[in-house]
């Protein structure tokens, strides 16, 4: 890969990162000293050196290893990142072992691809397998990933005992006894029947998927998969399509599974249902979760820990216990309860924060950033939003009643009133979180009833949140990047292939551009739960900038400032304005709203009680009387 190590470009990662604190001549400097990748690549050269050496029982113990974290791979993916907690995974890993097998063994497989070489049919059951695990994913994935809370796991345990007891059943799949015979695999005229030497294979899929997936996450596909975490809406906001990340990453998670299983039949040579069972598919998210669902390197640790422990208590257990049974589960299922007690994110940040004393990360070094596309914006005064007698009950209680704004490119409005007056709920009729129950909210002039918030990102307008909506653990530089997800288009094949580099040099450096111009730069490479609630919300705008809008809707974005950040903020809103944006602002602080907003809206109860320009509302009798019985102050120094 074609790497420059002393990138100027702001976007250039970590480095640029510390440059916001640390001399600019430190962040150009070579580095020195051990980073992760040269731990993995010394990891991966011992591995290899010494495979050949290694006992029989340690290469069966790794090659088991490296199976199970295959799947756990995807369940971090899944779980972890994705926030979806499955218990049904052992089941895909049946569709692949069962796949092959069948493919490799049955009569009537040999009839159907009659003329293929033998040497040729495990790779028909890998296609056959990864065909039939992407059709049974997305058909499951598209009725499961609907439902909510607790629904989706118990969904999972639903369709992982289905399949289990389907692969004991059918008669072509040789019910509970299962398939005998399955072939070795053969790569270019050279058997891999030796566990050790198809080990090697393992072992390389493995090092492949936790590289191909490292790639995904760090991308802009990755950022958006994170999103999904951070809440539908949130995510929708920001133009990710929610339902369609969700379902690729059940695929995907689908998918690792399928190959693990695929690898396990032709290792065993042998397939029954037994080890596809639910039992099974826990087992798999305990290592994910005791390894750290959130890191995929979690996934290799706790497929080891797991293995390793069961191991040992096979041996232990009934001899404890004086009698032979599965109790090992129990023992896992504690083990669980103390590892989450102690260590939530699992035992892998734990390994990384003692390591980092020596290894410091790699440095991800981006090429020279082109900016990103950028649309035209509308013509000041011309209407960008419009809300047309729009009303929404819940229930009985009328939230907006027939409330009628227009934002026109240019200008700042602002929506006040006290609290429970509606505004909260207004910004999500006209944002597309919810749908007014009448009236009618057009943007850029398009009627937007029914249309899902990314279709209002789409057309120009984003939005903070009155309650922050980040990802804690994330750094402001990567929420910042999610705003930018809609004016970048590469795909997740080519991030995980590495070939969205351009693409997400200029993302980053878009994003970096905003934080520093939300006086935030300081903070970028922070996880944004450090900073001050009050510096969140800038964040959140900083992230609604870097979609490039056009409309820009604001809740409360001076709650939690202080004074001078205030009056950052009034200057940075003031200077969107000049620059064209239409900008809506809910907000309290009277004397940041009277000073900044060009025209007032006052909705009480739902409805407009008035209209104008900031000194008429000053002087209004009833918003007036609004406030002072509301117990609100409208006290200004304007
Ligand atoms: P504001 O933002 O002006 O403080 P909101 O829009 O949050 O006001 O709330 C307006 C009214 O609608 C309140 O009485 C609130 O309790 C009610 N409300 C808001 N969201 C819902 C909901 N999802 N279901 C039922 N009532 C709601
Ligand atoms: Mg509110």
């Known amino acids: 890969m074609s790497h420059t190590v002393s990138d100027p470009v702001p976007g250039g990662a970590s480095k640029a990162a510390q440059a916001a604190s640390v001399p600019a001549a430190a962040a150009s400097a070579p580095s020195r000293g051990l980073n992760t990748r040269h731990v993995v690549l010394a990891a991966v050269a011992l591995l290899l050196a010494s495979w050949g050496f290694l006992p029989e029982f340690s290469v069966t113990l790794l090659n088991y290893i490296g199976l199970y974290a295959l799947v756990a791979l995807g369940l971090v993916m899944l779980t972890g990142v994705g926030g979806m ?75 992982g005992l289905s399949l289990y007891f389907l692969f004991g059943n059918l008669e ?42 490292h790639n995904l996450l760090d991308s802009r596909e990755g950022r958006a998969i994170r999103a999904l975490k951070g809440g539908r809406v949130m995510a929708e906001s920001m133009g990710v399509d929610t339902a369609r990340y969700r379902i690729k990453v059940f695929v995907l998670a689908a998918l690792l599974a399928a190959v693990s299983g695929w690898l396990y039949a032709h290792l065993q040579r042998f397939v029954n249902p037994t080890p596809f069972n639910l039992n099974i598919g826990i087992e798999y998210l305990f290592m994910a979760v005791v390894g750290g669902a959130g890191h995929l390197w979690g996934a290799v640790l706790g497929a080891a820990l797991i293995t390793l422990l069961k191991e040992q208590l096979q041996d232990w257990l009934p001899r404890l216990l004086g009698s032979s049974g599965n109790f090992e589960v129990i023992v896992f299922g504690l083990l669980m309860l103390v590892v989450l007690q102690r260590f939530a994110d699992g035992l892998w940040p734990q390994l990384a924060a003692l390591a980092r004393r020596w290894v410091r990360p790699a440095p991800s070094v981006l090429p020279a950033a082109a900016p990103l596309p950028a649309r035209p914006l509308p013509p000041r005064g011309q209407v960008v939003l419009e809300a047309r007698e729009v009303t929404k009950r819940f229930g009985g209680l009328v939230a907006n009643n027939a409330v009628n704004l227009t934002v026109r490119a240019g200008e700042v409005l602002a929506l006040i009133g006290p609290n429970g007056a509606g505004k909260s709920t207004f910004f999500n009729m006209i944002s597309g979180v919810d749908d007014p129950t009448t009236g009618e909210v057009r943007l850029m002039g398009k009627p937007m009833a029914g249309k899902p918030s990314r279709e209002f990102a789409a057309l120009g307008l984003s939005r903070s949140f009155q309650h922050v909506r980040l990802l804690g653990q994330r750094t402001v530089l990567e929420n910042v990047a999610v705003g930018a997800h809609r004016r970048a288009h590469r795909g997740w094949i080519a991030s995980m292939l590495r070939l969205d580099r351009a693409e997400e040099a200029s993302v980053l450096a878009e994003a970096r551009r905003q934080i520093e111009r939300c006086g935030l730069a300081a903070h970028a490479d922070t996880p944004a739960a450090s900073l001050a609630l009050g510096q969140q919300r800038i964040v959140e705008i900083a992230r609604a900038l870097a979609s490039q809008p056009a409309v820009l809707l604001l ?45 007032i809206t006052v909705l009480e109860f739902g409805t407009v009680i008035a209209e104008g320009t900031p000194a008429q509302i000053q002087g209004n009798q009833r918003v007036l009387d609004a406030y002072l019985g509301g117990g609100d102050d409208l006290g200004v120094a304007a």
């Open 555 to 599: 809740d409360e974005p001076a709650a939690g400032l202080r004074h001078l950040e205030k009056q950052a903020l009034a200057k940075l809103l003031d200077q969107l304005r000049a620059e064209g944006l239409g900008i809506l602002v809910v907000e309290h602080d009277m004397e940041f709203v009277m000073n900044l907003a060009d025209r």
């Open 85 to 159: 907690t499955s218990f049904g995974q052992a089941a895909f890993v049946g569709v692949g072992a069962y796949a092959t097998a069948w493919v490799c063994t049955s009569a009537q497989a040999a009839q159907w691809l009659g003329g293929l070489p033998p040497a040729l049919l495990p790779w028909a059951g890998l296609a056959l397998g990864l065909a039939l695990t992407f059709a049974v994913a997305w058909f499951l994935g598209a009725i499961t990933l609907r439902l909510s809370g607790h629904y989706l796991p118990l969904g999972t345990i639903a369709w």
């Open 172 to 213: 072509v799949l040789g019910g509970h006894t299962g398939l005998a015979g399955v072939p070795p695999l053969v790569v270019a005229g050279f058997s891999l029947a030796s566990p050790r030497v198809l080990g090697l294979l393992i072992w390389a899929v493995l090092l492949l998927a936790l590289w191909a997936l």
